[in-house]
Nanobody, 123 residues
Framework: QVQLVESGGGLVQPGGSLRLSCKAS????????LSWVRQAPGKGLEWVSV??????NYADSVKGRFTISRDNTENTLYLQMNSLKPEDTAVYYC??????????????????RGQGTQVTVSS
């Protein structure tokens, strides 16, 4: 079965950095587009970044500070987060899109999502 397991969250001061990982199993990792999405306390889900075989894209709120990458040999997705701000505080999830999906139009229409990892940015 499809599994996505995030790790790497924690408490960090404003301006600090964290690297999130998402270990995938149960599917042919290299074939799928993957995203990071987040949910801040009391707010809805927010798409953060996407990566497929040819491109990456970012929400305006994280552009220039976050970098998404993947290792298809290790079936792992990453999110390097730099210059963190208090408003980045959220539970971060990795998500998989179904093959052939129009994720570029509907970035929250994924078919699987991990359990999430908490990121707290506070002094």
């Amino acid at each position: 079965q499809v599994q996505l397991v995030e790790s790497g969250g924690g408490l960090v001061q404003p301006g600090g950095s964290l690297r999130l990982s998402c270990k995938a199993s149960g599917f042919t990792f290299r074939l799928y587009a993957l995203s990071w999405v987040r949910q801040a306390p009391g707010k809805g889900l927010e798409w953060v970044s996407v990566i497929n075989s040819a491109s990456v894209n970012y929400a305006d709120s994280v552009k220039g500070r976050f970098t998404i990458s993947r290792d298809n040999t290790e079936n792992t997705l990453y999110l390097q987060m730099n210059s963190l701000k208090p408003e980045d505080t959220a539970v971060y999830y990795c998500a998989r899109y179904p093959l052939g999906s129009n994720w570029y139009i509907y970035p929250l229409r994924y078919d699987y999502r991990g359990q999430g990892t908490q990121v707290t940015v506070s002094s």
